[in-house]
């Protein structure tokens, strides 16, 4: 199956596919690919997906959010990358090769990233100065998480160890135990979030902030954690407009 065989019914398809690795799940498909070099382009969109670091979670869940971005003119990047058994070193290389593949794509190294929970997790690690950073209830402190349990042990079961034992892996992992944050970041995150708990997100406000991040929250307080990728959903003129203002300074 190829990147584009698995993509929902009435979506466009990808214009290119770039692999950045031999890998199967090292590839990132793009839309409008010579958009950012276009007077009156906003510039590029990365999105990375969530899943709990889970290997059925695949780059499908963000195509939903494609025609919007780019109806407004955005190069659209959409990235998929090694999880599951493949380990934390995986997905960090990963992480990185997507983005410098992504980078290179056009005349300027500028990006908005867009993810959602580990997505947020990863835009978080991966915007750079001068970068925007949109993290969709992100999950930023893993610590805390394996602690919690969250996502039905997620944490646990990924990185196959306590944070005792390997401290190291989890504070790189950890948005929290990176800041502040060198890209300017909006996240947002409901209140009445199941899934990924907001008191986290609300230590990483306060923590980034506090090292001099340039962070904002918005709250809503009905969105539900999957909800936060819906297409149709409110929030989503939010984001539109923080990304407007930054593309345009």
Known sequence: ??????????????????????????????????????????????????????????????????????????????IEYRRGADGWDALRDDLASALTAVRAEGATSRLAIVGHSVGGQLALLGGEAGDAVVALAPVTDVVRSYHEGVGTGAAAEFFDGAPSEIPATYAEASPLAQVPPPAEVLIIHGTDDARVPIAHTRAFLEAARATGGAVTLFEPPHLAHMDAIDPEAPHLAAVHEWLDRWANR
């Open 1 to 78: 199956m190829t990147a584009t065989d698995a993509r929902p019914r009435g979506l466009p398809e990808a214009d290119l596919v770039r692999r950045y690795g031999p890998h199967a799940d090292q590839w990132v498909e793009l839309w409008n690919p010579d958009a950012r070099a276009e007077t009156g382009s906003p510039g590029t969109v990365v999105f990375i997906h969530g899943g709990y670091w889970r290997a059925p979670y695949t780059a499908e869940l963000m195509r939903p959010l494609v025609p919007q971005f780019a109806a407004r003119g955005w190069m659209v990047a959409n």
